[in-house]
């Protein structure tokens, strides 16, 4: 069984920053690729970011493009999110998920290719 956490939420000012950090455990960290998403209340959880399973390829969704940064320490075991210039409508719970295959490289925004989730950190951008 895999579990995730999440820490680093809170809340900021437009135009802060703030770093969200996902520790797991339960298999083989440096297997699997990892995402972050988001659900921002009365909408549905997109996808903000993911990074492959080597740490050499990001992809960001782009409303973060250029303000977040996604990356990760496999012998840590741990997935962190850089959030920059953040923004209102960056408020949302953000979740960190593993991947379901092991040394994928693509496709890591749909979200059903992913089997475990985090519980959630709340970030609130304040303008």
């Known amino acids: 069984q895999v579990q995730l956490l999440e820490s680093g939420g809170g809340l900021v000012q437009a135009g802060g920053s703030l770093r969200l950090s996902c520790a797991a455990s339960?298999?083989?960290?440096?297997?699997?690729?990892m995402g972050w998403f988001r659900q921002a209340p009365g909408k549905e959880r997109e996808f903000v970011a993911a990074?492959?399973?080597?740490?050499?390829?990001?992809y960001y969704a782009d409303s973060v493009k250029g303000r977040f940064t996604a990356s990760r320490d496999n012998a840590k075991n741990t997935v962190n999110l850089q959030m920059n210039s953040l923004k209102p409508e960056d408020t949302a719970v953000y979740y960190c998920?593993?991947?379901?295959?092991?040394?994928?490289?693509?496709?890591?925004?749909?979200?059903?290719?992913?089997?475990?989730w985090g519980q959630g950190t709340q970030v609130t951008v304040s303008s």
């Open positions: 990074i492959n399973w080597r740490g050499d390829s990001t």
């Open positions: 339960g298999r083989p960290f440096s297997y699997y690729s």
């Open positions: 998920a593993a991947h379901r295959r092991p040394y994928r490289s693509s496709g890591l925004e749909v979200q059903n290719e992913y089997d475990y």
